[in-house]
């Protein structure tokens, strides 16, 4: 019996490490700029012989980025950034290619902080981050461990993070916002965010959107991304909002603007989007109308106060895959993914050529680290715009698109101050 279940549990193994290849594979085929980047960094091996430490949402798209550093020569210790939003078979065949892999899904607290531990333990000399978690560790538990040349930081969250650190002047190193580069924020968050919140959503409820009041709180690049696909789902899109340039535009675009406290009461679906915490709490629970659904698309599990519904709520329990139900007596509510990010943790994170796009920006910016990070000081840069516009070159390559140069004529009219008729 004993070596009946040790054949089961190898053949198991065998077929999620190969789950994770063809998953991989299938990422690779439609990576084409990042494919171009891994040709130019195995010939010219400019990580050869760096460590990088990271902390990512650890699946297919993430992997082949993996595969790329390590064409450049760098040696990688990789974990995951979220605990739910591991593809334990991606994880498994890293592992297996002798990748020094920590990630595993589901992670408790305890076991999350251990493996980000564990990368430091590595002695990276550049760190990559979705959240900032990892850097943030550094700062606050790990001061022992100073050989970091530099950061790079994936996500609007862990940028709001540590340009705070960079106020207060604790940062440690030069971080490049990798988030901030135009060919990251206007295609990852819109379109990436729009597609793959409405991914996990649908996948895990399978209603309809059409006809359904939808409010989305933050209006940012992320919202924005979520508003333009429920509309075209056909929902009526309702905004909530705290600045008021962002709300005018989310009117100018054709939604209803509210507060939440007003939207609380006539929405059937809520998203949450702010980088924010207590975005929908107990006061909003209380005005909701039964079954009403709720989801968040930002990083941290903090946007929906899961606490305050827990204390409102007579029972909890699971109704279908990643769905609690939230029996408040006279009401049901319904959380999606546990209020983590529903796009990860319901599917399979942002569109495949999309990460493409924001992942050649992270093995551009980990090489303008290694070349010039020792000389940088100690703030958040933006990705150089040299950089930035490489990448949108390399896209617009692989999609066998030609555009237009100026003339020296225009280049001469558009620099001169004189320019008229």
């Not at 019996?1 to 077929?15: G, T």
């Not at 305890?110 to 531990?117: F, I, Q, R, T, V």
């Not at 760190?127 to 943030?136: E, P, Q, R, S, T």
Request: charged share 30%.
């Amino acid at each position: 019996m004993k070596d009946h279940k040790n054949h089961r549990s190898y053949n198991e193994r065998n077929e999620c490490i190969n789950s994770g290849k063809m998953k991989i594979k299938w990422a690779e085929r439609h990576m084409k700029v990042l494919e171009k980047i891994r040709e130019i960094f195995e010939n010219e091996k400019p990580l050869d012989g760096i460590r990088i430490g990271m902390a990512l949402h650890v699946e297919a798209k993430t992997a082949v980025l993996v595969k790329t550093l390590i064409a450049g020569g760098a040696k990688v210790a990789i974990t995951g950034c979220n605990p739910l939003s591991t593809q334990d078979d991606v994880a498994e065949f890293l592992k297996k290619e002798g990748i020094r892999c920590l990630a595993r899904r589901g992670m408790n607290r305890e076991e999350y902080y251990k493996a980000l531990n564990s990368v430091i333990d590595f002695e990276p000399d550049i760190i990559v981050d979705d959240g900032a978690d990892l850097i943030f560790l550094l700062h606050k538990e790990r001061k022992d461990y100073e050989n970091i040349i530099g950061a790079c930081e994936e996500t609007t969250t862990g940028v709001m993070r540590l340009r705070a650190m960079e106020r207060e002047g604790i940062l440690r190193f030069p971080v490049i916002a990798v988030n901030d580069a135009y060919t990251k924020f206007l295609f990852d968050n819109r379109y990436g965010t729009g597609q793959s919140t409405w991914d996990g959503i649908l996948r895990s409820t399978n209603l309809i959107i059409a006809g359904k009041r939808v409010v989305i709180a933050g209006y940012g690049w992320c919202g924005k991304g979520i508003a333009m696909r429920a509309k075209g789902l056909g929902a009526r899109v309702i905004i909530t909002e705290v600045d008021e340039i962002r709300a005018l535009e989310a009117i100018m675009d054709g939604f209803d603007v509210m507060s939440m406290e007003e939207a609380s009461k006539i929405g059937d679906i809520f998203i949450t989007a702010t980088g924010n915490r207590d975005v929908i709490r107990k006061e909003h629970f209380l005005s909701m109308k039964d079954g009403a659904i709720l989801a968040n698309a930002g990083h941290f599990n903090v946007e929906i106060n899961i606490k305050e519904l827990e204390d409102l709520a007579k029972s909890v329990k699971d109704v279908r895959e990643y769905i609690k139900e939230y029996d408040l007596g006279n009401k049901k509510l319904y959380l999606l993914a546990e209020g983590r990010l529903v796009n990860l943790v319901a599917g399979d994170g942002h569109p495949i050529e999309v990460m493409d796009m924001s992942f050649a920006n992270q093995a551009l910016a980990i090489r303008y680290l290694v070349e010039k990070g020792r000389d940088l000081e100690k703030k958040v840069y933006r990705m150089p715009d040299k950089l930035d516009r490489y990448v949108a070159k390399l896209k617009l390559e692989t999609l066998g698109v030609r555009i237009d140069k100026l003339t020296e004529k225009q280049l001469k009219y558009i620099s001169d101050w004189r320019f008229g008729t």
